[in-house]
């Protein structure tokens, strides 16, 4: 995995209407053109990149160190998406709040329409956000889900998690060509602040894979016999472990949910993350049974990341940025940009043997 790290602070405000009508049409050209030039693939791949990701959003005129970033930039994505359908060359789903629980209906519905494989991503949403929910317990509590895919079924994913102690947030993001694992390192990066949490659990680590199939074991235990094992001190199981305190879990609703889990049985890991009702509570009691009965410590390292934070804000300097830094948004050169880059989309879709000249064109302007 790429090691990736950005310090995402949050800002007060939201981007103005002027600034977000621009905003869409800037970033559904550049979408447009990175998908003609060299296909949706590669638009993806730059999605999952966070360094390229914060260069985005600083080119469409936000606040490059904002967290706000992260969710106008995929707003503006999707407002292109809702305005240029299929012709933007990816689909979107996702959004903030109460609108990313929505997201298996949306692909579903794109999926039934593009003849895609709908089942598959609406798993890899889901999944994806199970483990930055849930398996990942970094102290950063998941806000936005954005799922981007392909006409083949290519997907990624970029969701952002606030810490509301120290009011920085954290970004990660997924490729889905480079996971093999849902629930072993299937992050593509993760851009924040290293995590200040006292009990943080990663369990997709790459080290945490006993704790995961111990885990699982548990949960094929008659539910009455792992409780009493649990409460009663030196056991079946290991000679000398100590009784899980009340405060670490809660007996009665993880029987609740035990019963449920045992009924089904899961396979592995990533079966259980996936079940309705297992929940951050949930993997985190288990983790802890599975340390003190079976002596396979749970994985309390962040996740990795790696960033260059002094790069992305010369991105800024194209059209300014939403809060004055390094200058207000310089609507002229904005607009100057919108009719040039939608012009090179025009031009490349007329004449696709042109296409190249158009792109030269753009990018000496750009220079």
């Keep these: 995995m790429r090691r990736q790290i950005a310090h995402l602070p949050l800002h007060g405000g939201r981007a103005p209407s002027w600034l977000f009508k621009r905003m869409h049409r800037l970033a559904g050209s550049i979408v ?3 998908v003609e030039d060299q296909g949706p693939a590669e638009m993806l791949n730059r999605l999952a990149d966070p360094f390229w990701f914060q260069a985005f959003g600083c080119v469409l005129g936000f606040d490059w160190h904002s967290s706000g970033l992260t969710t106008v930039t995929c707003g503006a994505i999707g407002e292109a998406y809702r305005r240029m359908g299929n012709d933007l060359g990816i689909h979107v789903a996702g959004g903030k709040g109460g609108v990313s629980r929505k997201t298996p209906e949306q692909i579903a519905r794109i999926a039934d329409r593009q003849t895609l494989e709908g089942e598959r991503l609406i798993h890899a949403s889901r999944m994806s956000a199970k483990v930055d929910s849930a398996a990942v317990q970094d102290g950063y509590q998941i806000y936005t889900h954005h799922f981007f895919f392909s006409d083949e079924n290519q997907w990624c994913v970029v969701q952002q998690g606030m810490n509301d102690t120290n009011g ?8 889905g060509s480079t996971v093999e694992d849902f629930v072993s390192e299937p992050h593509n990066a ?5 995590a200040d949490e006292p009990n943080l659990l990663n369990m997709v680590a790459h080290q945490a894979r006993p704790s995961r199939e111990r885990s699982t074991e548990l949960t094929r235990i008659q539910p009455d016999r792992l409780l009493r094992e649990v409460s009663a001190g030196p056991s079946l199981f290991m000679p000398a472990h100590h009784p899980v305190q ?8 993880l029987r609740r949910i035990l019963d449920v889990i045992h009924e089904r049985q899961p396979a592995d890991f990533a079966t259980l993350l996936g079940m309705a009702g297992v929940g951050p509570k949930t993997i985190r009691s288990l983790a802890l049974i599975a340390e003190l009965i079976y002596g396979t410590p749970a994985c309390r390292d962040d996740v990795p990341r790696r960033w260059s934070p002094a790069d992305p804000p010369t991105f800024t300097y194209a059209h300014g940025g939403k809060d004055g830094h390094p200058f207000p948004v310089d609507r002229t050169t904005y ?5 040039l880059l939608e012009s090179a989309v025009r031009r490349s879709r007329l004449d696709p043997a042109g296409r190249d000249q158009a792109l030269f064109r753009l990018t000496r302007w750009l220079s």
């Design 32 to 34: 447009q053109l990175i």
């Design 190 to 194: 993760v851009a924040s602040p290293p």
């Design 168 to 175: 920085y947030a954290r970004r990660y993001h997924w490729l």
């Design 246 to 253: 009340t405060d670490d879990i809660n007996p009665v609703r």
């Design 335 to 339: 607009d100057r940009s919108i009719a």
